[in-house]
């Protein structure tokens, strides 16, 4: 007799191709058919579709609305790039926004000291908002700024802005960066501010950012929804 992992796995495909067709039919913001009537569609157990409709909240293709499920609108892709999250979001037609957490001066950690080139428990800016998306909660960033390059920001910027637009605008170029990006669950603070669970997986993005003479610009770090964000690279072959 077939174990239940062998007779499950084919199940849930085959409901969530079904699914799948359903949804290539409907239109963003269109409600997808209830568990109990995709089960009796189907001829499965109520679980089984559940399972699939999970897949599918995973991925962005469904959201919840109110008590019922609707077709998403399709993921905000961002490229990987030294454009700003405000530059790339503009490009691909959304509106970008940013709810401000915090912003405070804190003494730097042995990693962000690092990253910023001071003295552990040095004062650095710290920047910390949420990234919109026409109006939907995507991301949470937290920067770092060397506060003796960059405390005359206090009074000049509006944190509900582009960032990388002030930095450049005293003078400081974007020449390069690194960054690191890695597959986490969100603290449940963290899925409160982006009106997610902690269940849900998210993109994290680390960030170090330096001028054309190599000194450091900027260290951050990003959380985004894996449900409502992908990112993208352009790649090209190394010189043999």
């Known amino acids: ?6 007779t499950r796995v084919p199940k849930v495909f085959r409901v969530r191709t079904e699914i799948d067709a359903i949804l290539a039919e409907l239109d963003e913001g269109d409600p997808v058919p209830s568990e109990r009537d995709l ?3 189907f001829g499965v157990a109520r679980e089984t579709v559940r399972h699939a ?7 962005g293709r469904i ?3 109110g008590r019922g499920t609707v077709v998403s609108r399709p993921k905000l892709t961002q490229p990987l790039s030294l454009r700003s999250y405000t530059e790339g ?10 709810v401000v957490v915090a912003w405070e001066d804190v003494p730097a950690d042995a990693q962000t000291a690092t990253d910023l080139e001071v003295e552990p428990g040095t004062p650095v800016m710290h920047l910390e908002r949420v990234l919109l998306a026409d109006g939907e909660r995507i991301g949470l960033e937290s920067t770092y700024l060397p506060l003796h390059r960059f405390g005359g920001l206090r009074g000049s910027y509006d944190p509900t802005t582009s960032l990388y637009a002030a930095i450049r605008a005293t003078g400081v170029s974007f020449a390069g960066a690194r960054e690191r990006i890695e597959t986490v669950l969100a603290s449940p603070r ?13 993109l ?9 003479d ?14 409502r964000v992908a990112f993208e690279a352009r790649l090209s072959p190394e010189p043999a």
């Open 204 to 212: 994290l993005l680390h960030r170090r950012s330096v001028d054309a």
């Open 89 to 98: 979001a503009i490009s691909l037609g959304r509106v970008p926004g940013r």
């Open 1 to 6: 007799m077939d174990s239940p992992h062998t």
């Open 63 to 65: 959201r919840r609305r």
């Open 39 to 41: 089960a009796t569609r």
């Open 190 to 202: 963290e899925a409160g501010l982006l009106e997610s669970t902690t269940a849900l997986p998210m």
């Open 214 to 227: 190599g000194a450091p610009i900027e260290r951050v770090r990003s959380l985004y929804r894996g449900d």
């Open 53 to 59: 409709l999970r897949e599918l909240l995973v991925e």
